[in-house]
């Protein structure tokens, strides 16, 4: 079996990213994916009425350089999202009630991301704890937080390391909202043109099932085959990263860094509607929902199709998974009934997407660190194992759980295996 230059192993926003990359330097690369799919947590699925919906990864803003460039290099162009109007606060407020309480949130998320990270006094809090501190800040703004943490980071702030929680989201540096647009023939499409480049260099139902390595090269196993290269990227987050064999195991420091990581837990509804008759009535068609908490929903709509989309993170999603599809529909019919009158409870569908314990993701929207003693878990991770490199968005220096995230760190990874394998040979070369 011939050697290849590089092997990437997932077909993510990073994984695509890693392997452009790489072949664009002109190296000989093969890209694997377990699923028929390219993509990863960016998905789309087609409904009823034959309308293409993104299930995963949808939104950005014009913050996220890497992905504006790669969408327009790609020839497509976003649609803006609406929030003209009112939002609507679930219990109600007043809305200049409902705008003051976020005010005093974003003042303690900009506390929390200017926290000093190597104060040894925030070293083995929990984000739960760390709001517990801010005893001079109003109750039901710390309670706003907690529920932004659970929707946005999707696991309980009560397990949440703090110090890895504020360095993640000082990564996050956007001013304009993540959710600022969206592409209306979806991202998913995105990634489809980009594996469109790889011809035969991508196997997809390509499930890896091991690795072997030593310092010259590695072997990445599927099934009965094996395949070795020079350089391997493992472009899984964490949590996928740990369900692999390698032989020889990794370092105990290494595995306690996989370790350190829970997946997030979500599920991402789709509510379609004949007209999006919010807007008649002055409504951006978004609603914060401070209880029941972990709920959210923003108008989706574009063209002539009309849909809200309404996300459930943290603990929520959990007990949702557990629970039958339909009771999990009714509940959503009944707050969207609360929220918008009974025009909003009677979409003509809802279209569920559960990312909780997903297959080939773990979950959703992005892995956690939730061991209080892993300070250096991502450190360790990225400084990788040579020859094997790693990489996902979580791991990204900018937009970390975020697409811009996934393509940052899938192009610094081939980086270093073009760096390293260019090393090498000009090693060989001067002997
Ligand atoms: C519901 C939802 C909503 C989101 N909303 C947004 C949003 O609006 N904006 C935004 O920027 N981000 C959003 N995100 C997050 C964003 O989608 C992710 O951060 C990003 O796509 C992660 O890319 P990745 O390549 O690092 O990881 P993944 O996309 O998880 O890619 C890893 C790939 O590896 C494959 N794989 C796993 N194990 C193996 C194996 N053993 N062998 C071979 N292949 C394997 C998987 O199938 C997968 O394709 C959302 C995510 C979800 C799920």
């Known amino acids: 079996m011939p050697e290849r230059d590089v092997i990437v192993v997932g077909a993510g926003f990073t994984g695509l990213s890693a392997a452009l990359e790489l072949v664009d330097a002109g190296l000989d690369v093969l890209l694997l994916e377990a699923r028929d799919r390219v993509g990863g947590k960016v998905e789309s699925e087609t ?9 995963g990864g949808q939104f950005f803003c014009r913050d996220m350089a890497e992905l504006m460039a790669l969408i327009a290099r790609n020839g497509k162009t976003p649609v803006m999202t609406h929030y003209d109007g009112e939002m609507i606060y679930r219990p109600a407020v007043p809305p200049q009630q409902g705008f003051a309480r976020w005010q005093g949130v974003d003042a303690l998320r900009d506390r929390m991301i200017a926290t000093a990270p190597d104060d040894p006094d925030l070293a083995k809090l929990t984000a739960a704890d760390w709001v517990a501190r801010q005893d001079d800040v109003p109750g039901d703004i710390r309670k706003s937080f907690l529920r932004l943490i659970k929707g946005l980071w999707c696991r309980a702030p009560e397990e949440i390391a703090f110090t890895w929680l504020a360095s993640n989201d000082r990564r996050i540096t956007n001013t304009y909202s993540e959710m600022e647009m969206f ?7 995105l990634a489809d043109q980009l594996a469109a480049r790889f011809g035969d260099r991508l196997r997809l139902g390509t499930a890896v099932t091991g690795i072997e390595h030593s310092e ?6 599927v099934g009965d085959e094996r395949l070795p290269a020079k350089r391997l990227i493992l472009a899984l987050p964490p949590v996928m ?8 195991a990794l370092p105990g420091q290494f595995q306690k860094a996989l370790s350190a990581w829970a997946p997030g837990l979500s599920i991402k509804l789709q509510a379609s509607y004949d007209r999006p008759f919010w807007r008649e009535r002055g409504l951006s068609g978004a609603v914060m929902w401070h209880e029941p908490q972990g709920l959210y929903a923003c108008d989706a709509s574009r ?7 309404i996300f459930v993170g943290g603990p929520e999603a959990q007990q949702w998974h557990e629970r039958p599809r339909e009771e999990l529909t009714a509940f959503i019919r009944e707050q969207l009934t609360e929220a918008f009158g009974p025009e909003g409870g009677n979409p003509r569908d809802i279209h569920v997407r559960d990312w909780v ?11 956690v660190v939730i061991d209080l003693d892993a300070r250096y878990a991502e450190d360790i991770i990225n400084e990788g194992i040579p020859p094997i490199h790693f990489a996902s968005s979580e791991l990204s220096p900018s937009y970390p759980g975020y697409v811009e995230g996934a393509i ?11 760096g390293a394998l260019a090393n090498s040979r000009s090693k060989i070369g001067g002997e």
């Open 241 to 248: 990263i740990r369900r692999l064999p390698f032989s020889p």
């Open 216 to 221: 010259t090269g590695a072997t990445v196993i």
């Open 183 to 189: 592409l209306p023939d979806t991202l998913h499409a």
């Open 357 to 367: 314990n997903d297959p080939w993701s773990g979950g959703a929207y992005s892995d």
């Open 303 to 309: 063209g002539d199709y009309a849909g809200l989309i």
């Open 47 to 55: 409904l009823s009425d034959g309308t293409r919906v993104d299930t």
């Open 408 to 418: 940052v760190a899938g192009r610094l990874a081939a980086g270093r295996v073009i």
